[in-house]
């Protein structure tokens, strides 16, 4: 059950693993590691970003704005789960490049993956796929991407990033919308021309629904989908397409039953209501884009109910339910999807994809396939060197059991997380997450931002989402040992708050 995890209480936590002992070494014990490289413990010997960091900071601020850059990277030294920078640091990296690394840095299967010579071809001439794709391509498709496509659906389309990956799947649900508007006649020379012109009836007036504080990218029509932060939409034009509230669950979840139902029944309302009003005002919804759990909003979850009521609100008005799976794909909750946990009737109708999946794509149902040529389309339609990585990546997966340790490693993790909330009620609250996909808020943003980088000076990399939150998002490999080392580290910080 997906609420599993999230309704745990801290006080089962504590009993049932024992009080943990902070502030004992952890590199002072035996290591598990899936790479023989990988550091044993973190290692800072400057401040961060050190003073080589800060010279090449400045070196590319006369070349583009580098306001974003937090410090430069040695990937040469970066091994499993550390990444280490130029002045010398190697930090536990639990936040992994946004959440886009699924086996650590410079895995060993990747390295020999790059290295074999019948890739090499690949790897040199990137293909236009689209027209030109490679004698193996189907078969890179099927052991890389089919293998592991959500149960129900069997097309897929590659892309380059998440965010064109949304941006392609809302064009595959207006064509789709459009094809059964005209009873799957073709296009009448009318709109044939009028779309050219930018007007109707070849550019129609259709819509997608999407939800407060979702995020699904910065280009433009990933942007009309997206509610978070003022830094991606201002000075835009984004169309007037229907929002609707997404739940704010009360946590622990088995405490707050009744609570949650009624808000997650307000919310299924007012999408039922937006698509209504959006009807009548002539700009129908096409589709409906929603994440598993709202990453860059705040690492937001809403129950198995809701996903179930969203898919019978999409089937009763016959449009796609898209599930923005970039974040929660490829086995961070503990199944290879997370909407595997929702006991869905049936298949979402689109799944996008991306980080680490190692190229950007989206799985869809067979009436969401594009009937002409050139319709969901760009250069490159993806990069076939990312899909042999990715297979390699399955390949760990299956071979090593990975969706089970992260299963237990998070399981870990979050029972570590209860046991600080329950340390520090003060400062600390709302601890969540399925496998690794974990999160917890602090009292305010101020906090919040002294804390990630305080853990950074003692070694741990991590990221914040929301208001007052920060989130975990290691790779597949990440054992018990690296949460001890963790743990230590967030106690020591967060003790010395309160002093």
């Not at 009521?309 to 503990?334: R, S, Y």
Request: proline share 6%; with cysteine.
């Amino acid at each position: 059950m997906a609420a599993l995890l999230w309704s745990t209480k801290s006080c089962v936590s504590i009993i049932s693993r024992g009080l943990r002992t902070y502030g004992t070494p952890s590199a002072s014990k035996a290591v598990m590691k899936s790479d023989p490289l990988e550091p044993d413990a973190p290692v800072v010997h400057t401040a961060i970003p050190g003073p080589r960091s800060q010279e090449l900071l400045t070196e590319l601020g006369t070349i583009q704005n580098t306001g974003a850059v937090q410090f430069f990277v040695d990937y040469e030294r970066s091994r499993g789960n550390y990444l280490a920078d130029v002045d010398g640091n190697v930090m536990l990296d639990l936040f992994t490049q946004i959440s886009s690394v699924p086996l650590g840095y410079n895995h060993p299967r990747l390295v020999k993956a790059l290295l074999k010579e019948e890739n090499r071809a690949t790897l040199i001439n990137r293909p236009a796929l689209g027209v030109f794709p490679p004698g193996d391509w189907s078969s890179r498709l099927r052991n890389a991407l089919l293998s592991v496509a959500p149960p129900g659906l069997n097309q897929v389309q590659t892309m380059a990033c998440g965010a064109c990956s949304v941006e392609h799947s809302q064009k595959a649900m207006f064509i789709a919308y459009q094809r059964r508007q005209r009873g799957g006649q073709p296009p009448s020379p009318e709109e044939l021309q009028s779309c050219v012109e930018g007007h109707a009836p070849g550019s129609p007036n259709l819509s997608v629904l999407s939800f407060t504080n979702g995020f699904h990218g910065r280009t433009m029509g990933a942007l009309a989908v997206t509610h978070t932060k003022w830094v991606h939409k201002l000075d835009f034009p984004v169309p007037d397409w229907p929002c609707a509230s997404f739940p704010n669950l009360q946590y622990p979840l088995d405490q707050f039953h009744r609570e949650n139902r009624a808000e997650e029944d307000r919310c299924l309302d007012e999408v039922k209501e937006r698509l209504h009003a959006w009807e009548k005002k002539n700009c129908p919804v096409a589709g409906i884009i929603v994440e598993p759990i709202q990453s860059e909003g705040g690492d937001n979850h809403a129950t198995s109910y809701f996903f179930q009521g969203l898919q019978d609100i999409a089937n009763d008005h016959e449009i796609p339910l898209m599930l923005d799976e970039v974040q929660t794909g490829c086995g961070a909750t503990g199944k290879f999807w997370a909407h595997e946990h929702w006991d869905l009737k049936d298949a979402p109708d689109i799944v996008c994809f991306s980080k680490k999946m190692l190229t950007g794509g989206f799985f869809y149902k067979d009436h969401l396939r594009p009937q002409e040529a050139h319709r969901i389309f760009n250069t490159w339609v993806g990069d076939p060197s990312k899909m042999i990585f990715l297979e390699e990546v399955v390949n760990m997966i299956k071979e090593e059991g990975l969706l089970q340790r992260v299963k237990d490693t998070g399981s870990y993790l979050l029972s570590g997380l209860y046991d600080m909330q329950t340390k520090y009620p003060g400062i600390l609250s709302k601890a969540r997450g399925l496998g690794t996909y974990c999160a917890i808020d602090f009292k305010d943003a101020d906090t919040r931002d002294k804390v990630l980088n305080e853990l950074r000076q003692k070694g741990v990399h991590l990221g914040s989402c929301g208001n007052c939150t920060i989130r975990f998002r290691p790779t597949l490999a990440l054992f018990r040992d690296h949460v001890d080392i963790f743990l230590d580290a967030f106690n020591s910080v967060i003790g010395g708050l309160k002093s």
